[in-house]
């Protein structure tokens, strides 16, 4: 599932903002590229959920910043009727969270 927002701090600010998200919440951070503004991180098991794995990607915009946010399961995980609602349903908890640490 990917899932886009378009916000009005610069790149790097939303850049810094999908890090310190990652960092400070249920997340482990797989890949950071401060170059190229891309993150991979996944989240763990829990007793609701196989957990999930996300590729987080901004680019500049002339009025601020894109956020593209690609949420999937994890590989191993067995595929459910229920997967592409869940996946859209975290995704975007994930950019609420990411937006709040925008400040």
Known sequence: M???????QSAEE????????????????AESDPATLRAAFSSGKTPLSWGNLYLASVRSEPKGAALELVCG????????????WKH???ATKT?????????
């Open 88 to 90: 859209g349903k975290t």
């Open 14 to 29: 939303v850049f810094a903002a999908v890090v310190k998200t990652v960092e400070a919440g249920k997340y482990s951070m």
């Open 95 to 103: 950019l609420d969270a990411i937006v709040a640490n925008l400040g």
């Open 2 to 8: 990917t899932k886009t927002i378009t916000l009005p």
């Open 73 to 84: 399961g994890l590989p191993d995980a067995p595929k459910a009727l229920m997967d592409k």
